[in-house]
């Protein structure tokens, strides 16, 4: 039985118009959405974000998974298409979640470099198999409400800048996936490279850890760069394979534009030789007036270059949990 409601006002459908009943076996499958997030300490308060990969840095994709037509199992995640000097681990959306987040990570040497790349998606025996549509969100305020706008988009870009070095770069220590049973605990190793701007503390959550995993806050004090987050595996969680990301709070300080004041202070050298040099006698007044501008130009960039600290969420490279069989 197949019983057809309008939920309008009843009288919708003109005479022309019709609808269409399909009736055939089950085509099992599933469709990809991502999207780049700018982190927030709230994961459900992130918002889009452009990309701008720091050497050394981390930049995290939002990938969610529609299953269809009876689809339940895992779907694995690779990126295709990255730039050189960066890489991303293959991820996994278990079977029972709904989304993952992808790390790219960048080396201390990357190039600069954009490049447009894929995130395809497989299932776990490799019978289906379909790339990720990429998506824009923007949360806007309108006149009495705010509301959201979404489009899909062409390509997902990545972008390393070599101009800017993270304050600091956080790993997992283990090289391999990490495999336990349930009712069981594990600890996972962390590392840090703190460069400058990235002395404080830093407090590192666990995201989006499936069911029936838990892990208290790690906190690693500021003269630390090592330390161990606990992994509680109930015996309620079902066995497979898990992506895991985390997130790092902790306080930096950057420099807006400092090739601004290098820049300057170039100038300003160059108008010096340009001064001491006896062929430019002549323009000597000329000169000076130059100078004399290209000190203020120096100052003002000495202010702007300062030093400013803020809060900032840091995302990690993915860890991989396996959760055997008791």
């Known amino acids: ?71 339940n199992g895992p ?57 990720a549509s990429a998506a824009t969100i923007q949360w806007a305020k309108g006149g009495g409400r705010d509301f959201v706008r979404t489009r899909l988009s062409t390509s997902i870009a990545v972008s390393v800048s070599d101009l800017d070095v993270a304050p600091i770069s956080i790993a997992p220590g283990a090289n391999a996936a990490l495999e336990t049973k349930p009712a069981t605990s594990i600890k996972l190793p962390f590392k840090l490279t703190r460069r400058e701007g990235g002395t404080s503390p830093c407090t590192i959550r666990a995201r989006d850890l499936p069911a029936g995993v838990t892990a208290a806050d790690l906190t690693i004090a500021a003269d630390k760069s090592e330390g161990e987050m606990e992994l509680k595996i109930q015996k309620a969680a079902k066995p497979g394979s898990y992506s895991l990301w985390f997130q790092v709070e902790t306080k930096i300080k950057y420099k807006t534009n400092p090739q601004a004041l290098e820049r300057s202070q170039a100038y300003r050298d160059r108008l010096q030789e340009l001064h001491d040099d006896p062929a430019n006698t002549d323009r000597l007044d000329a000169i000076k007036d130059a100078i004399a501008k290209a000190d203020k130009r120096v100052e003002a960039a000495k202010d702007a270059a300062k030093p400013r600290e803020t809060t900032a969420f840091l995302p990690t490279p993915n860890a991989t949990l396996r959760v055997l069989s008791p």
Request: hydrophobic share 35%.
């Open 75 to 131: 779907v694995f995640l690779t990126c295709e298409g990255l730039p050189d000097g960066t890489s991303a681990t293959e991820t996994v959306i278990a079977a029972g979640q709904t989304q993952t987040q992808i790390a790219i990570v960048a080396d201390e040497d990357a190039s600069a470099s954009t490049n447009s790349i894929r995130i395809v998606g497989r299932s776990e025996d490799g019978s289906l198999r379909t790339e």
């Open 1 to 71: 039985q197949l019983l057809v409601r309008d939920l309008d006002i009843g009288s919708s459908l003109r005479p022309n118009q019709s609808y269409t009943v399909e009736v055939r076996p089950a085509k099992p499958g599933f469709d990809l959405l991502a999207y780049r997030v700018f982190p927030n300490k709230d994961v459900n308060q992130t918002r889009c974000f452009g990309t701008n990969l720091f050497r050394g840095g981390v930049e995290m994709i939002r990938v969610f998974v529609n299953r269809r037509e009876g689809f």
